[in-house]
């Protein structure tokens, strides 16, 4: 079975910031993109940001300039580096590992985190 948990997220001023971190664990050969989703009351989920195995990144319009991805290949890490937060950054953010190999699976997978919570007040 394969994992994804992620951390870091509460509640922080505007102008803040607040750096989140997803671990993935299980039975895994390699993974693709790991990246972090959100996904804000009455609005539908969005990209946040993600990182490829050649280490391009890609970022939603919304956060580029304030926000920054990194992964962690050995560790099975992604952190998302969250800078000058406004209200608007309300959301439940979620961790993402697409193109999941696991160990005696010609196939791949995609999975998802439970989410974590990150609240900025005005």
């Known amino acids: 079975q394969v994992q994804l948990v992620e951390s870091g997220g509460g509640l922080v001023q505007t102008g803040g910031s607040l750096r989140l971190s997803c671990v993935a664990s299980?039975?895994?050969?390699?993974?693709?993109?790991m990246g972090w989703y959100r996904q804000a009351p009455g609005k539908q989920r969005e990209l946040v940001a993600l990182?490829?195995?050649?280490?391009?990144?890609t970022y939603g319009d919304s956060v580029k300039g304030r926000f920054n991805i990194t992964r962690d290949f050995a560790k099975k890490t992604v952190y998302l580096q969250m800078n000058s937060l406004q209200p608007e950054d309300t959301a439940v953010y979620y961790c993402?590992?697409?193109?999941?190999?696991?160990?005696?699976?010609?196939?791949?997978?995609?999975?998802w985190g439970q989410g974590t919570q990150v609240t900025v007040s005005s």
């Open positions: 990182v490829s195995l050649d280490e391009t990144t």
């Open positions: 993402n590992a697409g193109g999941v190999k696991k160990f005696f699976d010609l196939g791949t997978h995609e999975y």
């Open positions: 299980g039975s895994i050969f390699t993974i693709n993109t």
